[in-house]
């Protein structure tokens, strides 16, 4: 039986790849692997659809039950981050780079993570190891992965490794302006006209439990906040019925990648301890952090040590 390689809910381009890439070092490796994404591909985000195209790439199939089967997880480690019946799935392999989650297996696994800014950086690391060539069109794949998880390089979660195999895939992929490949990216991710304001919360959107309480953080890189000026109440509503679904908190990232910064938009039961997870004042429900860009190293932590977790 075919060892099922995903990443996590709401796939970004790194979850994406990351299961093509899993799935064919795994194949050379002799083993039979089949890569998959917790999505149907109509529903993809646009910033992979884009990556896909661009390198010919064909979209993992849509996730069903993983009871009883063979599962890699790549990009995540948490039972809250994958299909309902992950724990009742073998769990064969793990490659990550986020903080270790809750998944536990009852057999040894091979388990690989490193605190880099992208999967795809370990998994060139994998390729190298193992003595295999990295196809080209998987290589483009990752390379954009690395691009999108380090923000071009600006993110805090970025590492020199993960420069490194940036450098080492435009070869094999036959890619010379990363620049170029970022901007398409985030022209994709970034566009708002015509789609709703609840697709927009989730396209980029992870529940967070704190302390026993739900807290959803959702993010949208942006080359500007004026791109969201005209759906910020519809922004605003649908944080609203997110949050009525039983969550403590629910914030919106609004990350402005060229001034280097977050806006943070707060619907919370206990705002003083948002605020005080960041040393900020909301002001109309929002309040601008200098330097923010990462969920995962910036607003995750803060919001740990401000909950207790
Ligand atoms: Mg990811
Ligand atoms: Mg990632
Ligand atoms: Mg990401």
Not at 50 to 68: I, N, Y
Not at 130 to 143: E, F, N, Q, R, S
Request: glycine content about 8%; some cysteine.
């Amino acid at each position: 039986m075919a060892i099922s390689v995903f990443g996590h809910t709401n796939p970004d381009t790194d979850s994406v790849t990351a299961s093509l890439a899993l799935t064919a070092l795994f194949k050379a490796q002799g083993k039979d692997a089949e890569a998959f994404m917790q999505i149907d591909e109509a529903n993809l985000n646009p910033e992979s659809k884009t990556v896909l195209k661009r390198f010919g790439l064909t979209a993992p199939k849509t996730l069903g039950a993983v009871a009883g089967k063979e599962v890699a997880l790549v990009d995540f480690s948490d039972l809250g981050q994958g299909p309902e019946d992950l724990a009742k799935a073998e769990v064969v392999a793990i490659v990550d780079h986020h903080k270790l989650g809750d998944v536990t297996t009852n057999s040894p696994l091979l388990y690989r993570a490193e605190p880099v800014g992208c999967t795809g950086t370990i998994l060139n690391k994998m390729f190298k190891e193992a003595g295999v060539t990295i196809p080209k069109d998987i290589a483009g794949g990752m390379l954009s992965a690395i691009l999108s998880d380090t923000v071009n390089f600006k993110s805090p979660t970025c590492t020199e490794d993960d420069k490194v195999a940036v450098a080492e895939l435009k070869g094999i992929a036959g890619v010379t302006d990363t620049d170029e490949i970022f901007m398409e990216m985030l022209k994709a991710k970034s566009a708002v006209a015509g789609i709703p304001a609840k697709d927009l919360l989730y396209r980029d959107y992870k529940d967070f439990d704190m302390n026993g309480k739900k807290v959803g953080v959702g993010q949208l890189e942006l080359a500007s906040l004026d791109q969201v000026a005209t759906v910020r109440n519809d922004l605003e509503k649908a944080m609203a019925i997110a949050k009525a679904e039983g969550r403590h908190s629910v914030l919106l990232m609004l990350t402005d990648v060229v001034k280097e910064g977050t806006e943070l938009v707060v619907l919370s039961d206990e705002p003083a301890v948002i605020e005080g997870a960041f040393s900020g004042k909301l002001k109309d429900g929002s309040m601008w952090i200098d330097g923010m860009m990462s969920r995962k190293k910036q607003t995750v932590p803060n919001l740990q040590k401000a909950f207790g977790c």
